[in-house]
């Protein structure tokens, strides 16, 4: 079976600018999760999504961030414009209802 | 919200040496995994353990939910131990599927 799968793995932008990151769930997977962490720290959630809606986004910058799931499959997160506190390693992760949460490789975003 | 701490923050150990591993949680919980994090920066499913006891190898886990704690034991550690072991809940109700993290055990074992 195949795991959690992201994209892409390393990102340097300078602040101001956009990224975009990508997230592939386990197949079958309803629940898709975002997670930042930040050095030194344990993840901290972002947004929930179970199938193609939000469950939670009460911790989201939505000033800043924000996060699809089309087709509640694959997602995307996007800051726009990005500052230099986002430096940090977006984590997506996905479980079969609110079951045991499985982690992709994650993102590290460096912002200059 | 919930509370997770962890102790010890940092273990040092020989290869072989036996650890233990505390993630204390403030309320109850309908979830509580244990995860280690690699030097790639991996996230690795070690027990989803809401209660009860669990073994893999040389890892094994108890949760006393009455007691609000985990504890995770690593016995022979080996050099490839090393790295970061969080625990997390998830505490229910309104919180949804919400994994809420301790700050993380740094473990590193020498040959």
């Known amino acids: 079976e195949a795991g959690v799968a992201q994209s892409p793995r390393y990102k340097i932008i300078e602040k101001r600018q956009s990224v975009a990151f990508w997230c592939n769930p386990i197949?079958?997977?309803?629940?898709l999760y975002w997670y930042q962490q930040i050095l030194g720290q344990g993840p901290k959630l972002l947004i929930q999504?179970?199938?193609?809606?939000?469950?939670?986004d009460s911790q989201l910058p939505k000033d800043r961030f924000s996060a699809e799931r089309l087709k509640g499959v694959d997602s995307t997160l996007k800051i726009q414009p990005a500052k230099l506190e986002d430096s940090a390693v977006y984590l997506c992760?996905?479980?079969?209802?609110?079951?045991?949460?499985?982690f992709g490789p994650g993102t590290r975003l460096t912002v200059l | 919200g919930i509370q997770v701490e962890q102790s010890p923050p940092d273990l040092i150990l020989q290869e072989g040496a036996n650890s233990t591993l505390r993630c204390n949680f403030s309320?109850?919980?309908?979830?509580l995994q244990w995860f280690h994090q690699n030097p790639w920066g991996q996230l690795i499913n070690l027990f989803y353990?809401?209660?009860g006891t669990k073994q893999n190898g040389r890892l094994s886990a108890t949760t006393v939910a009455t007691e609000r704690y985990s504890l995770l034991y690593i016995s022979s550690s080996q050099t490839t131990d090393s790295g970061v072991y969080f625990c997390?809940?998830?505490?229910?109700?309104?919180?949804?599927?919400?994994?809420?993290f301790g700050q993380g055990t740094i473990l590193t074992v020498h040959p």
């Open positions: 999504f179970q199938n193609n809606g939000v469950v939670d």
């Open positions: 309320d109850s919980v309908n979830n």
């Open positions: 353990i809401p209660s």
């Open positions: 197949s079958g997977h309803a629940t």
């Open positions: 997390a809940v998830n505490a229910g109700g309104t919180s949804y599927g919400k994994l809420t």
């Open positions: 992760a996905s479980s079969l209802d609110r079951a045991a949460q499985y």
